[in-house]
T-cell receptor, first 111, second 115 residues
Framework: NAGVTQTPKFRILKIGQSMTLQCTQD?????MYWYRQDPGMGLKLIYY???????DKGEVPNGYNVSRSTTEDFPLRLELAAPSQTSVYFC??????????FGSGTRLTVV | GDSVTQMEGPVTLSEEACLTI???????????LFWYVQYPGEGLQLLLK?????DKGSNKGFEATYRKETTSFHLEKGSVQVSDSAVYFC??????????????FGKGMKLTVNP
């Protein structure tokens, strides 16, 4: 029962560096999402995808990019990391109205 | 726009106390409603859900009823345990114009239960 797997769990980046947060699900879900959770705040949607080859922006897409070449994978790319991107990132997947399955998160610090 | 408003806390209770976390929503259309729980250091887990008016979701002693007339989905538990200490999020999903589904969260409420 792997569900949604995120890697890495923790990462420290220097300002201006780039990285890719990996997300894989094995439930054959069409919908996948990336959220960020800042301390004391709820979750904000960064990007989402309704299927392979289709992605769209959420509330806070600036500074991020995504791709969805397969049903299983939905990587999030950070270009030119900034301190404002310090957060915990969660990937999630779902089928319609079934409730979302979340990964365990990636804690990112930009210094 | 679509939104969820919930009690923000933090709240501290003694073991076996009653819990109610208020949640109200604003949405066009007919959303599905959810409660998610986040235990320390972990991701979010679905606690319970309701997909239409008057549905009651329940799990692990928690209950919530979808009240369309008051646009509410309050979470209740009659006797909390130390293991219920977590952050609780109310959320809704709606279909967008493009046919995709989005989940909108409240800000979350941190609950601490003391022995």
């Amino acid at each position: 029962n792997a569900g949604v797997t995120q890697t890495p769990k923790f990462r420290i980046l220097k300002i201006g560096q780039s990285m890719t947060l990996q997300c894989t699900q094995d439930m054959n879900h069409n919908y996948m999402y990336w959220y960020r959770q800042d301390p004391g705040m709820g979750l904000k949607l960064i990007y989402y995808s309704v299927g392979a080859g289709i992605t769209d922006k959420g509330e806070v897409p600036n500074g991020y990019n995504v791709s969805r070449s397969t049903t299983e994978d939905f990587p999030l790319r950070l270009e030119l990391a900034a301190p404002s991107q310090t957060s915990v990132y969660f990937c999630a997947s779902t089928q319609y109205r079934a409730g979302y399955t979340f990964g365990s998160g990636t804690r990112l610090t930009v210094v | 726009g679509d939104s969820v408003t919930q009690m923000e806390g933090p709240v501290t209770l003694s073991e076996e106390a009653c819990l109610t976390i208020n949640c109200t929503y604003t949405a066009t259309g007919y959303p599905s409603l959810f409660w998610y729980v986040q235990y320390p250091g972990e991701g979010l887990q679905l606690l319970l859900k309701a997909t239409k008016a008057d549905d009651k979701g329940s799990n692990k002693g928690f209950e919530a009823t979808y009240r369309k007339e008051t646009t509410s989905f309050h979470l209740e538990k009659g006797s909390v345990q130390v293991s219920d200490s977590a952050v609780y999020f109310c959320a809704l999903t709606l279909l967008t114009q493009g046919g995709s589904e989005k989940l909108v969260f409240g800000k979350g409420m941190k609950l601490t239960v003391n022995p």
